[in-house]
């Protein structure tokens, strides 16, 4: 091709992409059928894309190498990825070849990472049951923006200045790993069609195909039933039933395999306290008429009550909360996790007992980040479902396999990721030593912005977190440490049992941001 049809070629799209941009801004119609929701969503995808083709523009090929990895999810559920990371020996470094054993050394053990937790905007799993999926996936292409992007804010609690919130620099990354079930299937394209936009090449890996391709694993060739357990915006998309008919096909699989889904509605908010969802030290065992969960009364998620003893719940220290007397409620409400997992293995069940044609279930893959902190908690409920009589009849026990492989997602990312980074030649050469291995922010609701409803705990009330359009490039929300000031201080022991390489890493985090912020008030 010559010079001047190059020249014509390269006008011809800077003039489309400027007409395009120019209707998206407008707010004007893309096509003859665009709707307004589809040009309020192109209006932050051609931000995002200008914004970060603008600020990669200037990186080389070593300095991509030596830039951290992005980690995002929608609370602190994608910390048990990360902790993945952080730990999987699957290769042998020096050749970056998969090996059964490893070679002794962690194969991230080099890297850097900045991880998010959407958390002002949790759960992701709930946009798609009232209708915002729209909204969900400018989100998610938010979440991913903050990566690519290069400032954070500090949180002002002095008192001393009138803003809340200090911006600060951060990193831009490499690579970005998509912490989240629900992000993965609603979001997933969208980042990867942002970052095509703006002609550049940082690897996204979701979680959606690793969990599919270690259940199809676990079968060993036997036939069986697949349980999914994930939000239920994850049920919504069909994205795991989709991913695990396709790695089935393309591994040769010729075994029945069938898949049921049990979206898990409430749970992942449970964990990470949505109030909502979830009453810490309620006064007493009274039903609230602010919460969101199953119940007796909810429409679609319904406690029932003709099986009310195969839930076996927990009402000590008002784990549970009813109306009228526990006996005979006339409404009930789950307040713990626990509650939470037995409802929704017991309704996972009693799909079984409607299809009896089902082949026994094998393999649960546990569908939200979130999940595998109580992994012990999933396997001890199984256990007692297999085990649960009614006379002389044990109900369950015929629909399960004696042993039921609890699936995680996300050593199978971690597998995934080293292996995009390795084909492109993005692995953070040996001697090349971050200044600082994790960068951890959590996202907040700004408490002075104008139309913003918070509630007592001064986050965004139910009604305004799932009542909101997309179209701003703006957010009501601001990226913060993830430390003591911005999560309960369950959560923080949550992470130190179940994630102790990152909270090692969260700790590092705190003390170098600790010197840095003197550092700043010195200058």
Wanted: net charge negative.
């Amino acid at each position: 091709m010559n010079s001047d049809v190059q020249r014509s070629v390269d006008l011809k799209a800077i003039i489309e992409r400027s007409y395009r941009l120019l209707l998206a801004m407008v707010g004007l119609a893309i096509t003859s059928v665009a709707t307004a929701q589809d040009v309020a969503e192109q209006t932050v995808n051609f931000a995002v894309s200008d914004d970060i083709q603008r600020i990669y523009g200037a990186a080389d090929a070593p300095n991509i190498q030596n830039m951290p990895i992005g980690v995002f999810d929608s609370g602190t559920g994608g910390l048990t990825v990360l902790e993945n990371i952080l730990t999987i020996d699957a290769f042998e470094n020096q050749t970056n070849q998969l090996t059964p054993s490893g070679d002794g050394k962690a194969d991230f053990a080099n890297e850097s990472f900045i991880f998010l937790a959407d958390q002002a905007n949790m759960p992701y799993g709930n946009y798609p049951v009232v209708g915002k999926e729209e909204f969900l996936e400018e989100l998610i292409v938010k979440d991913a923006w903050f990566l690519m992007g290069q400032k954070r804010f500090r949180l002002d609690d002095s008192g001393e200045s009138g803003e809340r919130y200090t911006e600060v620099k951060k990193a831009s990354v490499k690579a970005i790993v998509i912490a989240c079930n629900t992000a993965t299937a609603y979001g997933q394209d969208d980042i990867e069609k942002v970052i095509d936009d703006a002609g550049l090449d940082v690897k996204v890996v979701g979680v959606i195909d690793a969990g599919a391709k270690g259940a199809v694993e676990s079968l060993k060739g036997q036939d069986g039933t697949i349980g999914v357990v994930p939000t239920r915006g994850t049920v919504l998309s069909g994205a795991y039933p989709i991913a695990i008919k396709r790695i089935a096909e393309s591994s040769g699989q010729d075994q029945r395999i069938e898949v049921i889904q049990q979206g898990a509605f409430g749970l992942a908010g449970a964990i990470d306290g949505a109030a909502e969802f979830i009453l810490p030290n309620p006064k007493n065992n009274n039903a609230r008429n602010d919460y969101r969960g199953p119940s007796m009364t909810h429409p679609e998620v319904t406690i029932r009550q003709d099986i009310l003893s195969r839930y076996d719940f927990d009402f000590r220290g008002n784990r549970m909360l009813y109306r009228d007397s526990q006996p005979k409620p006339s409404e009930l409400q789950l307040n713990s996790v626990d509650n939470y997992i037995a409802f929704h293995l017991v309704s996972l069940m009693e799909q079984f007992r409607a299809d009896d044609s089902l082949p026994p279930l094998r393999a649960i893959i546990l569908g939200c980040t979130h999940f595998p902190f109580y992994k012990d908690v999933f396997r001890e409920e199984l256990e007692r479902l297999r085990n649960y009589q009614e006379g002389d009849e044990f109900i369950y026990r015929k629909h399960m396999a004696e042993k039921i492989e609890l699936i995680d997602p996300a050593y199978f990312t971690a597998r995934e990721l080293y292996q995009s980074l390795a084909a492109d030649a993005r692995v953070r050469p040996v001697g090349n030593t971050p200044r600082t291995r994790g960068e951890f922010c959590i996202t907040v609701a700004c408490q002075d912005g104008k139309d913003i409803q918070l509630n007592a705990s001064g986050d965004f009330t139910y009604e305004f977190k799932y009542g909101r359009n997309p179209g701003k490039v703006t957010s009501n929300f601001r990226a913060v440490s993830l430390d003591a000031r911005t999560v309960d201080e369950s959560v923080l022991q949550r992470l130190q049992k179940h994630v102790p390489n990152v909270w090692t890493l969260m700790k590092k985090d705190a003390h170098q941001r600790t010197i840095t912020d003197e550092s700043d008030t010195r200058e």
